[in-house]
């Protein structure tokens, strides 16, 4: 099948790859003609596990191409996947210019293909779609096929999804969907066909579940901190029972990214249009906003006694908002190094993925490190705030040394309580109480 995937950020450029991974011919359409150039030379503009291999095998065997021309990606081809941004916008709607610049640009280049909506879209928008190409004298069919990528594990998610959500009417189109998405459900994971509403609003009730099940954890930790309660233990007897389960079950510094905020801010928004308060969601954002200055709160507290954050410098390991990512959008750690930056600390940075993305937030405010250990030197403090495989098991007694003040604190609680306090660390992770361990 010819497909053309319009938009080349993380949905479009792993979309495609995988799509020309299963025998499909893809072009790939975006506007910059900097990143089409990139692109065509197999290099990708941003970090995620295998991306790049499997971009380059496909561009080397002919089936995924890339271009900043719609006529030329369109024609001949079956299905226009849009996989455009989506952001905010200042009410914390979904911003929907780029989806609706996309469709038309789709149906002047071809009047046959079917058009699906893969971008992160509020409920009722493929249907704002097929009226503004109605209005535009277009007869394109429209349909929403919404994505389901996690950064960091987008190929997987991809090539072997839990499931794939459409929502379609017409029979014909249905079949079309079921060949092309045959190859990724072998294994028996379903194809759910639906009504296009349902499938937009499946996409953020998703996201939205997601965050309040961190969210809600996070908040146990912090009544666990304040009652003297191990979150550690309370999580493995709230995730042992079968109804519950661990997954999400991770407290830690807080949630971010490009899709969780974003998505709980559109979900609230279209709810309260809709003349509902989305009061969940809206309290997961509460709680993840007030998880966040928790975590800055007990750096203050620990250096008041001490004189103040001002000249001290604090080494920090991790900016992403999450492992196996360059991302830095939302991410909490921005968050904790600019309170450490505006109380006059210095600090030191190290990430094994995001560095060029936190330069460019930072400049010249933050010392980046080659590595985990170089930023070591005279650090006052150490705060752990991205989960990489590398920071989880570092050589402590190696860690004491480097350092001129041993502590530690955790917001992804990595590490292992008794063993540190063992060796002389003052150690605050998330939801167990320095000070009650203290007394």
């Given at each position: 099948?010819?497909?053309?995937?319009?938009?080349t950020?993380?949905?479009?450029?792993?979309?495609?790859?995988?799509?020309?991974?299963?025998?499909?011919?893809?072009?790939?359409?975006?506007?910059?003609?900097?990143?089409?150039?990139?692109?065509?030379?197999?290099?990708?503009?941003?970090?995620?596990p295998?991306?790049?291999?499997?971009?380059?095998r496909?561009?080397?065997?002919?089936?995924?191409?890339?271009?900043?021309?719609?006529?030329?990606?369109?024609?001949?081809?079956?299905?226009?996947?849009?996989?455009?941004?989506?952001?905010s916008?200042?009410?914390?709607?979904?911003?929907?210019?780029?989806?609706?610049?996309?469709?038309?640009?789709?149906?002047?280049?071809?009047?046959?293909?079917?058009?699906?909506?893969?971008?992160?879209?509020?409920?009722?928008?493929?249907?704002?779609?097929?009226?503004?190409?109605?209005?535009?004298?277009?007869?394109?069919?429209?349909?929403?096929?919404?994505?389901?990528?996690?950064?960091?594990?987008?190929?997987?998610?991809?090539?072997?999804?839990?499931?794939?959500v459409?929502?379609?009417?017409?029979?014909?189109?249905?079949?079309?969907?079921?060949?092309?998405?045959?190859?990724?459900?072998?294994?028996?994971?379903?194809?759910?066909?639906?009504?296009?509403?349902?499938?937009?609003?499946?996409?953020?009730?998703?996201?939205?579940?997601?965050?309040?099940r961190?969210?809600?954890?996070?908040?146990?930790?912090?009544?666990?901190?304040?009652?003297?309660?191990?979150?550690?233990?309370?999580?493995?007897?709230?995730?042992?029972?079968?109804?519950?389960?661990?997954?999400?079950?991770?407290?830690?510094?807080?949630?971010?990214?490009s899709?969780?905020?974003?998505?709980?801010?559109?979900?609230?928004?279209?709810?309260?249009?809709?003349?509902?308060?989305?009061?969940?969601?809206?309290?997961?954002?509460?709680?993840?906003?007030?998880?966040?200055?928790?975590?800055?709160?007990?750096?203050?507290?620990?250096?008041?006694?001490?004189?103040?954050?001002?000249?001290?410098?604090?080494?920090?390991?991790?900016?992403?908002?999450?492992?196996?990512?360059?991302?830095?959008?939302?991410?909490?750690?921005?968050?904790?190094?600019?309170?450490?930056?505006?109380?006059?600390?210095?600090?030191?940075?190290?990430?094994?993925?995001?560095m060029?993305s936190?330069?460019?937030?930072?400049?010249?405010k933050?010392?980046?490190?080659?590595?985990?250990?170089?930023?070591?030197?005279?650090?006052?403090?150490?705060?752990?705030?991205?989960?990489?495989?590398?920071?989880?098991?570092?050589?402590?007694?190696?860690?004491?040394?480097?350092?001129?003040?041993?502590?530690?604190?955790?917001?992804?609680?990595?590490?292992?309580?008794?063993?540190?306090?063992?060796?002389?660390?003052?150690?605050?992770?998330?939801?167990?109480?320095?000070?009650?361990?203290?007394?």
């Amino acid at each position: 099948m010819k497909i053309a995937v319009i938009g080349t950020g993380y949905v479009g450029l792993v979309t495609g790859a995988c799509f020309a991974e299963t025998g499909n011919e893809v072009t790939c359409v975006d506007i910059d003609q900097s990143k089409v150039d990139l692109l065509r030379d197999g290099k990708i503009p941003f970090f995620e596990p295998g991306l790049e291999n499997l971009v380059r095998r496909n561009i080397e065997s002919g089936r995924l191409t890339f271009s900043t021309e719609y006529s030329l990606a369109i024609t001949g081809a079956e299905l226009a996947l849009i996989c455009v941004g989506t952001p905010s916008a200042e009410d914390g709607s979904a911003d929907l210019s780029y989806v609706f610049d996309a469709a038309v640009s789709i149906a002047k280049a071809s009047d046959s293909v079917l058009i699906a909506i893969k971008s992160t879209v509020p409920v009722g928008t493929r249907d704002r779609v097929k009226k503004l190409l109605e209005d535009e004298g277009f007869s394109h069919s429209v349909i929403s096929n919404p994505e389901f990528l996690r950064e960091g594990s987008a190929v997987q998610d991809c090539l072997k999804p839990d499931r794939v959500v459409v929502g379609i009417q017409n029979q014909k189109h249905k079949e079309l969907l079921q060949d092309l998405y045959a190859p990724f459900v072998r294994s028996g994971n379903p194809v759910l066909f639906m009504d296009s509403r349902s499938a937009e609003l499946a996409k953020y009730s998703t996201n939205a579940y997601l965050a309040v099940r961190i969210s809600f954890i996070n908040e146990i930790s912090q009544i666990c901190e304040e009652l003297g309660a191990n979150i550690d233990d309370v999580r493995k007897a709230l995730g042992s029972d079968q109804r519950v389960g661990m997954q999400y079950l991770y407290p830690s510094v807080g949630w971010g990214g490009s899709c969780f905020p974003k998505d709980v801010k559109a979900l609230v928004n279209f709810s309260e249009s809709a003349g509902l308060s989305s009061i969940l969601p809206s309290a997961s954002f509460s709680v993840n906003q007030r998880q966040k200055q928790r975590f800055v709160d007990k750096i203050y507290r620990h250096f008041e006694t001490l004189g103040g954050l001002e000249g001290k410098t604090i080494a920090v390991w991790g900016g992403a908002f999450k492992a196996n990512t360059d991302d830095i959008r939302e991410s909490p750690a921005l968050t904790v190094i600019d309170a450490i930056l505006d109380k006059g600390a210095k600090v030191y940075l190290y990430d094994p993925s995001a560095m060029d993305s936190l330069a460019a937030n930072y400049g010249s405010k933050v010392t980046f490190g080659k590595n985990m250990w170089d930023i070591l030197a005279d650090a006052d403090a150490l705060c752990v705030l991205t989960e990489w495989n590398e920071f989880k098991h570092p050589d402590f007694s190696k860690l004491k040394s480097n350092m001129k003040e041993s502590v530690i604190f955790d917001g992804r609680n990595l590490y292992d309580v008794s063993v540190l306090d063992s060796m002389g660390f003052v150690y605050h992770r998330v939801g167990v109480s320095y000070e009650e361990r203290s007394r």
